[in-house]
């Protein structure tokens, strides 16, 4: 359907209005433009989530850099609540280093709109966002493939509660892709994942583990899944940088391999803007 964007986005933003307004005229309200600090928790195991890192893939040549960013551009706080329109912008990049210079051969970009709300350990989002994949020029060389067009518009849900216990958070997502290339009829991914750990040590080092799954109607209901345990340093408040190892096991989350299954062993180093 031609204005199907469209209709999901003025659903989301219907759906968001008729659960929030209610809620505006009940305290006073303060609104702020770029607040900086984020209300809705990182996906931190996700291979395809926002963040700006170099990783190395231990079993071959392979190098992963992804350049990227969650800005949050709006925000309406209330005494009990707090709402937030974003951007987030990644590029992905896989890289090869044959004999010679490191060389990009895939490209996948992903742009996200997000609106958030947080009700205390509660963090709600919903989402457009779309993703498509290609073969770099040395990429095709270097591999000898053929490009497959890949593209993914999709809407999303999402749900996120902080666990102090645990000293992390649990998290669920839900995408419609509405739009979805080369399998149309295939429109369903879910998600879930969380986070641990945290305590304070040596100062400003933080060890974590993060685990994600993806279940994916594209590939027959497969799953990726994702398992990292790093530090993170607080070199400077509110932007921390990780290292950390991650297996990754299941379906491929670059594009052109998305039907592709993976056992992946990865070193890297990240700054979550």
Known sequence: MKYRPALLLGLAIGLSAAFLGPLFGQDSLSVDLFP????????????????????????????????????????????????????AVTTFNGLIKPPGQLTVYTIDYRVDFPLDAR??????????????????????????????????????????????????????????????????????????????????????????GAFDVKIKEQVAWGTTQSYQVGLRFYVKQNLPVRLAYTYRTGYDERGQFFDQREDFHIFGVYLDL
């Open 119 to 208: 009700f205390g350990p509660l963090a709600l989002r919903v989402a457009l966002g779309h993703i498509s994949s290609h073969f770099a020029d040395d990429g095709i060389e270097l591999l000898g493939q053929h490009s497959v067009q890949v593209i993914k518009d999709y809407v999303g849900a999402a749900a996120s509660y902080d666990v102090p216990p645990i000293g992390g958070y649990l998290y669920g997502r839900t995408d419609y892709i509405y739009h979805i290339v080369p399998y149309r009829d295939r429109n369903w991914q879910f998600q879930f994942g969380g986070e641990l750990g945290n305590f304070l040590v040596a100062g400003f080092v933080r060890p974590y």
């Open 36 to 87: 900086g600090g984020k209300i809705f928790p990182r996906f931190t195991a996700d291979g395809m989530e926002h963040t700006v890192s170099l990783s190395k893939v231990t079993q071959n040549s392979d190098w992963i850099g992804t350049i990227g960013a969650v800005v949050p551009v709006a925000q309406v706080a209330g005494e009990a609540y707090i709402v937030q329109a974003g951007l």
